[in-house]
């Protein structure tokens, strides 16, 4: 482990004499190993006392990606972030980052990480807690740079105690891309943010990425990982119950949704062609369909005052409570 | 800021440096610490307001040998400092394991041992300005004299007595909640102080009180005041080497203790 280590840095350092930016770093690197997996599970379980909060999970995380570890609350998201963090051991199974482990202060100064936290020490400004957290990495992001990217430049002096909710996320975000790490975990990052914080911060995850970080970002708003992540993995009671892009997880639901308010009932409308699923969905109904246009066509032909017609794509959000579905 | 350029082919290799990790740590302990009316107030005034209404106000009289004045030099440094110490580490451990903090500062590069060393160093300042604000005090309004010598020996004996209240510390930063730590704290710093006569004279306490301070290295602020009363001339029972030998044993416990919550902590979360 200690020689996969040793060998990155050997690797990083020519790069480093190509450039100074931080991108002709980390880019190289990412393509050197194989299937460009910078970090993985393998087979782990965790059990705490008699609860499982995960069972033979299997996880890659690809280098410059964003992964999405999708699931409801209690799914086991925080748990597999810890595993790769090195803050707790499978009961069973594999964890490796960066070819190491990931508990090792060599893989720590390469990893970034934005936990949930019930309380940060108040009296310490913006400034100065990144200050702090650089001083562990051996190659930070000058502090004004932090500042900058995570939009604090007005509020450095500001303790920490009298930022609004949103201001503070911003201050752990900084913390986790203080030490200019390669990857990134941020857990629940937008957790009770305001609409216009929230795409704020998803602006700043995107320009991470367009640096050539990689991210693995855990969350239960279904838009933030459709808007976002390259890769999703929907978790479930532990295990992973799907992989894919977000196109493709939604595809795993019928493709189309068609709202309309009609006099029709729903055996008459089950009968047109291409009708998947039918639901009464206040003074509509809701049809599903992989062939809206077919479907359209009879409903005009049949309903002459038929009116409020939508046709949307199935979100994640359906292909999400689908999946959750299934297993159960 | 950072002493190597990010363009210099030997940055990668460069490891923080952990000098500097400790110093920063120390600093914004420190700083978080006197920026916490609860904490700064609380640790350095309750001591000087007890000293000057009964050591200058009330000072006429004399214990033992000595003018209240100076006896209550090592009574309420013993008392600052305990305060100081225990504050300084339990309440802030207990805090930052409970509520996440430990956890974001354990999944970043800092080494363990900076965390720690930040609270000791803290705790030690506040005891070090508590125990110069009694003897400034002393001096000045209370007609205490005492060899430069001797204060200097008194103001180092008392800061030292801050290492073992800092392992008393950890052992209850350990074991006690976010919230209740302050209460659990104070369950245990009052009586001590009391029983190891930090508050009354040692000698009018109960007799039973006083055999346990003097024979079981249980009452560590006894043993510390003890060997301060020693140098000012009023020292009672029991050799200057057992006082610091109850110290040390009392410290190493609390280590254990420590330790024990520690992997306790571990397992609870993997």
Redesign the interface.
């Known amino acids: 482990m200690r020689l996969q280590a040793l060998v990155d840095?050997v690797l990083?350092?020519e790069e480093?004499?190509d450039g100074?930016m931080?991108i002709a770093?980390v880019v190289p690197i990412q393509r050197s190993r194989a299937h460009g997996t910078v970090a993985e599970i393998q087979g782990a379980s965790?059990n705490?006392g008699s609860v499982r909060a995960l069972v033979d999970f299997n996880f890659q995380v690809r280098a410059g990606e964003l992964t999405a570890l999708l699931g409801p609350n209690g799914a086991g998201k925080t748990?597999a972030i810890?595993?790769l963090?090195?803050?707790?051991?499978?009961t069973s199974g594999r964890v490796s980052v960066f070819g190491a482990d990931p508990a090792e202060?060599t893989t720590?100064?390469r990893?970034g990480?934005m936990?949930?936290?019930?309380?940060?020490?108040e009296?310490?400004r913006a400034a100065?807690?990144i200050?702090?957290?650089s001083?562990?990495?051996?190659?930070?992001l000058?502090?004004s740079e932090t500042l900058a990217i995570a939009g604090l430049e007005e509020l450095r002096d500001r303790?920490f105690g009298d930022l609004s909710g949103g201001q503070k996320q911003r201050v752990?975000f900084a913390?986790a891309i203080c030490?200019n790490p390669d990857l990134l975990?941020l857990d629940e990052p937008t957790v009770g943010l305001d609409v216009e914080a929230r795409h704020l911060l998803w602006q700043e995850i995107r320009n991470l990425l367009g640096r050539g970080k990689t991210v693995v970002l855990t969350t239960h708003y279904l838009e933030e990982a459709d808007a976002l992540a390259d890769r999703v993995a929907v978790i479930n009671k532990g295990s992973i119950i799907a992989e894919g892009t977000p196109a493709q997880i939604k595809s795993r639901t019928a493709g189309k949704k068609i709202r309309c308010v009609t006099q029709l009932s729903a055996a008459v409308i089950r009968d047109i062609k291409g009708v998947i699923d039918v639901q009464a969905d206040r003074e509509a109904v809701v049809i599903q369909s992989n062939h809206p246009e077919s479907v359209l066509r009879g409903l005009l032909s049949l309903d002459l005052e038929i009116s409020g017609i939508e046709v949307t794509s199935a979100g994640l959000e359906d292909a999400f409570l689908a999946l959750t579905r299934e297993e159960k | 800021m950072a002493s190597v350029s990010t363009t210099m082919p030997a940055a990668t290799f460069a490891r923080p440096n952990p000098l500097r990790i400790c110093f920063k740590e120390a600093k914004y302990e420190f700083l978080k610490c006197l920026r916490l009316p609860m904490y700064s107030v609380s640790t350095m005034l309750f001591p000087i307001m007890f000293y000057v209404l009964f050591g200058l106000v009330m000072g006429r009289q004399t214990i033992g040998s000595i003018s209240t004045s100076v006896y209550l030099i090592p009574a309420y440094g013993t008392f600052g400092v305990m305060g100081a110490s225990l504050f300084g580490t339990a309440a802030t451990l207990a805090g930052d394991r409970g509520l996440g903090w430990l956890q974001v500062k354990r999944a970043s590069p800092m080494p363990i041992y900076a965390y720690f060393l930040a609270k000791v160093v803290t705790s030690v300042i506040f005891s070090t300005v508590d125990v110069l604000a009694l003897l400034t005090l002393g001096v000045a309004f209370g007609g205490v004299h005492i060899p430069t010598l001797v204060a200097a020996k008194l103001v180092l004996t008392l800061v030292s007595g801050s290492l073992p209240f800092c392992t008393m510390g950890l052992a209850i930063g350990y074991f006690a909640g976010p919230t209740s730590a302050p209460a659990v704290i104070n369950i245990f710093y009052l009586p001590m102080s009391f029983c190891s006569g930090l508050w009354m004279p040692f000698m009018f306490l109960p007799k039973f009180v006083q055999k346990i301070a003097v024979f079981l290295p249980l009452l560590p602020p006894y043993h510390l005041s003890q060997l301060v009363f020693h140098q000012v001339g009023a020292g009672q029972g029991g050799p200057i080497l057992w006082h610091w030998e109850s110290l040390l044993g009392f410290s190493l416990v609390c280590l254990g203790i420590a330790w024990v919550g520690h992997q306790r902590d571990q397992k609870a979360n993997g």
């Open positions: 840095d990083s350092v480093f004499g100074d931080a770093q965790k705490f748990t810890k595993l963090l090195g803050l707790a051991c499978p202060a720590r100064t990893v990480a936990l949930q936290v019930g309380r940060v020490p009296s310490l100065e807690h200050d702090l957290f001083s562990y990495y051996p190659n930070p000058p502090i303790k752990l913390l030490g975990f």
